[in-house]
């Protein structure tokens, strides 16, 4: 079989029958490779049993090992996972969250919230400054105040009581023996690293990541985290009471209160955590069922909404880095984010109208404002049925780009899609017994009034605060989970995703032609196109359409997995990052 090594990207002419096999590839269209800045991958990786993809060679590994052990795709989400936050700890890990999709290979879907807490203290102030302004996000990340209530881990956990087919403390023993025998710096941690000037404040992680010369340890030195390997111990002995009481627990409060900048974190807070089951949110695009992630998320809305006001052209008539099909997407964008802006919020708290958004009616209503030749420019929300728009403020909190995907399916056909994160790079640079504390609270709008209106997405103690995580399954008109995809990128999660579907089920790509192509969109501001991709010549067309255009880097990690009629799987790796496709 096929496989992505970590320090060579595999290029191969692999055979895709099936679904996918006289499809074309991204050799069919305009070549996007010049000048890159990432290694291509140019075919798809094909295993006939069970597969993973995740951010890292070690992670997705460690998930294809419990794969061959009989274990289930949640199963393999979680040994991952844990490496994860070992070898990639500035996106994801144990002080974070996440929001996880599965399906049991037959006709049952499943949607879990693992979604951060504000702590109970937790005012809508927290990051108003002393002149009555917003604080900056940088003054406000690195702090006490950033860190909410951790949610991945009782939300794996309860995931693994319903789908794990191996011991729950077998799945950590990979990323325990990784943590004590220590594992290479990957170039990505290294540049993060050289980047970095905020955690170096924090003692533990600079004597961590950092020589005594304050230099970020090189490319290829080895990284042992005893620590890590303790808090593993603990989790995979008691299950989420190892992490949310006892030891662990006290020196998360302890380390947040202490903190220069204190936060209000508290051991009851902690103890007071529970994941949800949320309804997943479902709609219809050609003759498939694609399925997200509802609210606190705004990303199973906002790319179902896309590809609503997107289906009335037809885009497999346009080569995907075309003008027209930049144009189109792009004002979709608006009218996504525009609604994303105003309604979407923890529905524990606000009444979000979330069928409202994605009814058809509504969409094809929204689509009508697209016009094929010229830019509306900055959109409006819309008002679906029984809301009115001036009812809520406008929130335009920042979600960085810090975050990974895994995406699974075993050999009996289960499959799961999960999106986690710390949020910003690092999150909010506190390092408490070998793992980072997230800042996720500076997800939640900084303002809780806008306009007179209050903002959904305000502070409030126990709420969740929203985000753009956007794992996805695609089904079949029989119910049957056909394709697995995910990204992370901060809020432009919600166009790589839409934009890796469209590649699959409109422009019918391999997924690994899907997730090499080329970025662009709105997000209710310029029109951003992806930095050297070759898209530079996009911007004269769209300038002449009315478009603000914008070059900006854009990396995506998108992890896709699609299942072959005829048996096996089809995956793909962004190539921005350093992830690979692993299965047997």
């Given at each position: 079989m096929l496989t992505l090594s970590f320090r060579h990207w595999a290029s191969a002419a692999l055979l895709a029958g099936g679904l996918l096999g006289s499809l074309p590839t991204l050799a069919d269209q305009p070549p996007p490779e010049a000048a890159s800045g990432f290694a291509r991958i140019t075919a798809p990786t094909a295993f006939d049993h069970a597969m993973i993809v995740t951010a890292n060679p070690?992670?997705?590994?460690?998930?294809?090992?419990?794969?061959?052990?009989?274990?289930?795709?949640?199963?393999?989400?979680?040994?991952?996972?844990?490496?994860?936050?070992?070898?990639?700890?500035?996106?994801?890990?144990?002080?974070?969250?996440?929001?996880?999709?599965?399906?049991?290979?037959?006709?049952t879907l499943q949607s879990w919230d693992g979604r951060e807490t504000a702590p109970a203290a937790a005012r809508g102030e927290r990051f108003i400054g002393a002149d009555g302004k917003p604080l900056p996000f940088s003054q406000a990340v690195a702090s006490g105040k950033a860190v909410g209530v951790p949610g991945l881990v009782a939300m794996l956990?309860?995931?693994?009581?319903?789908?794990?087919?191996?011991?729950?403390?077998?799945?950590?023993?990979?990323?325990?023996?990784?943590?004590?025998?220590g594992f290479a710096v990957s170039p990505r941690l290294y540049t993060l690293l050289v980047q970095e000037t905020r955690l170096q404040a924090d003692a533990n992680a600079r004597r961590y990541f950092f020589s005594?010369?304050?230099?970020?340890?090189?490319?290829?030195?080895?990284?042992?985290?005893?620590?890590?390997?303790?808090?593993?111990?603990?989790?995979?002995?008691?299950?989420?009471?190892?992490?949310?009481?006892?030891?662990v627990a006290a020196d998360m409060v302890r380390a947040v209160q202490n903190h220069p900048t204190p936060g209000d974190l508290t051991l009851a807070d902690l103890a007071s955590y529970?994941?949800?089951?949320?309804a997943p949110l479902c709609g219809p695009y050609r003759q498939w069922q694609v399925c997200g992630m509802g609210a606190p998320s705004s990303g199973g809305v906002a790319v179902l909404q896309l590809l609503g006001m997107l289906a009335r052209f037809q885009l497999n008539t346009l080569p995907p880095t075309s003008a027209d099909a930049v144009h189109l997407y792009s004002e979709a964008g608006r009218l996504a984010f525009a609604d994303r802006e105003r309604y979407l919020a923890d529905p524990d708290f606000v009444a979000v109208p979330q069928?409202?958004?994605?009814?058809?009616?509504?969409?094809?209503?929204?689509?009508?404002?697209?016009?094929?030749?010229?830019?509306?420019?900055?959109?409006?929300?819309?008002?679906?049925?029984?809301?009115?728009?001036?009812?809520?403020?406008r929130d335009a909190a920042p979600e960085l780009p810090s975050t990974t995907h895994l995406v699974a399916f075993d050999r009996d056909g289960r499959a799961a899609s999960m999106t986690s994160?710390?949020?910003?790079?690092?999150?909010?640079?506190?390092?408490?017994?070998?793992?980072?504390?997230n800042n996720q609270m500076t997800d939640f709008s900084f303002l809780p009034e806008q306009d007179g209106a209050p903002v959904a997405n305000r502070i409030q103690p126990g709420k969740r605060p929203r985000s753009a995580m956007?794992?996805?399954?695609?089904?079949?008109?029989?119910?049957?989970?056909?394709?697995?995809?995910?990204?992370?990128?901060?809020?432009?999660?919600?166009?790589?995703?839409?934009?890796?579907?469209?590649?699959?089920l409109e422009w019918r790509l391999d997924p690994q032609a899907a997730a090499n192509l080329p970025h662009y969109g709105s997000r209710n501001g310029p029109t951003e196109l992806e930095a050297d991709q070759q898209l530079e010549r996009l911007i004269e067309p769209l300038r002449q359409r009315g478009h603000e255009v914008k070059l900006t880097p854009m990396t995506s990690g998108l992890s896709i997995i699609v299942r072959q009629p005829q048996g096996g799987y089809l995956g793909g790796a962004?190539?921005?990052?350093?992830?690979?496709?692993?299965?047997f």
């Open positions: 070690l992670a997705s590994d460690a998930g294809a090992a419990i794969l061959r052990q009989g274990g289930s795709a949640v199963d393999a989400l979680i040994a991952a996972q844990w490496v994860l936050g070992l070898t990639e700890p500035q996106s994801s890990g144990l002080g974070g969250g996440g929001f996880l999709l599965t399906h049991d290979g037959k006709r956990y309860a995931a693994h009581q319903q789908h794990g087919k191996l011991p729950w403390a077998a799945l950590a023993q990979p990323a325990i023996q990784l943590a004590e025998q005594e010369d304050g230099r970020p340890r090189p490319v290829g030195s080895l990284l042992r985290n005893p620590d890590y390997a303790d808090t593993l111990r603990r989790i995979a002995r008691q299950g989420p009471a190892g992490f949310y009481q006892g030891p529970r994941p949800k089951q949320r069928a409202g958004l994605i009814a058809p009616d509504y969409l094809a209503a929204r689509s009508q404002l697209i016009d094929p030749q010229r830019s509306h420019g900055p959109a409006r929300a819309g008002e679906p049925a029984g809301v009115k728009l001036s009812a809520w403020g994160s710390v949020e910003d790079a690092f999150g909010s640079r506190i390092m408490v017994r070998g793992f980072l504390l956007s794992p996805t399954l695609v089904l079949d008109q029989q119910g049957q989970v056909q394709m697995a995809v995910g990204s992370p990128g901060g809020s432009l999660i919600i166009h790589y995703v839409a934009q890796a579907l469209l590649g699959l962004d190539p921005r990052r350093e992830g690979k496709v692993s299965g």
